[in-house]
């Protein structure tokens, strides 16, 4: 007996004499009927997904379920605790995040509660003046007041301190320009087990009215992670500036 080429639905023969075309006929519409229901039962129906963007995942052996799409900008990515084994998630390599903004003031001005969540902080500073000085502009971490960091400049070598001098020890800054900016990485900065190192560049108008480029590096020498920052002048009151903390993943 003859059978079509995918289901194996039975057919005549070609040569065969047909008694009962009726019989045939009902024998071979079961057959598709059969198979139709089965094929039917086992697809994935449409009705599963509800808005643009979503998708459809396992979540057992021949069980699916849906996962609603992600917010915008965020990535597919593997989770083994969740019910679907995916979950959308913020992109973590490579990415910065902008933590903070804030304005300088006064005599000196400490961010405070630092995400820990991250691998490393970038920190740019820009537009800082002082309202009664000409002085070199710092930055303390935990506002520390002990002898904990090793700072290296351009020619020479500065250590025993408790702040980061960004613009160098000699070189004091115009306190009415505008224009200054600095730039400072710490390295590790949350970590409780090792010393964080540090790099940073400055490019300032000195009071003098020469256009000064400063950049060097060193570490914050403690165990302790970096969870606060404070920047001051070494004299006068801060007037204008603004720090934007980044976290690097």
Known sequence: MATTTNYGWTTPDDTA???DGASAIRTLGTAI????FNNASAAIAKTIV??????????????????AVGANGTVLTAASGQATGLEWATPSSGGMTLLSTTSLTGASTTISSINQTYNNLYILITGVTNATA???FKCKPNSASTTSWVAVEAASVRSGESEWILTGDTNHPDRTSTNNAYA?????YASTTAFKPIQWSA???EFGGSNRRISGGGGFRSNTAVSSLQFLSSGGNLS??????????
Do not use: M, S
């Open 33 to 36: 009927d059969t198979t139709t």
């Open 203 to 205: 490019c300032f108008q």
């Open 240 to 249: 204008t500036g603004t720090v934007l903390i980044y976290g690097v993943k």
């Open 50 to 67: 509800d808005a643009k963007g979503d998708i459809i995942a396992a979540t057992a052996a021949d069980t699916v379920a849906r996962l």
């Open 184 to 188: 400072l990485t710490i390295y590790n």
């Open 134 to 136: 000409d002085n070199a």
């Open 17 to 19: 004499l047909v008694k």
